[in-house]
């Protein structure tokens, strides 16, 4: 209503309101993403890792690595295949 009829507010409230409405509006903020925040860490499904170690990468059926022939790498997987 004072912003339609273009004349200067006279209430000493004003700044009260004014931080009671920012405090009001971070507070809802702030507990609108704790709780969906909340919500995905409890409803979200667990699931473990595929592998433990070095050693499961070379055991897992369900990994499949692409890296250069001849590589550092390539030579280090190939001694836990055999």
């Not at 509006?25 to 070095?54: R, W």
Request: charged letters at 10%; aromatic letters at 14%.
């Amino acid at each position: 209503m004072l912003l339609s009829q273009g004349g200067p507010c006279t209430s000493k409230r004003l700044p009260f309101r004014l931080v009671a409405g920012v405090w009001t509006l971070a507070a809802f903020i702030f507990v609108q993403a704790y709780n969906s925040t909340l919500f995905t860490y409890v409803m979200a499904p667990v699931n473990h890792p595929l592998i433990d170690s070095m050693h499961g990468v070379a055991e897992s059926a369900d990994i499949n690595l692409l890296f250069r022939y001849g590589a550092a790498l390539n030579a280090f997987v190939m001694l836990f295949e055999s």
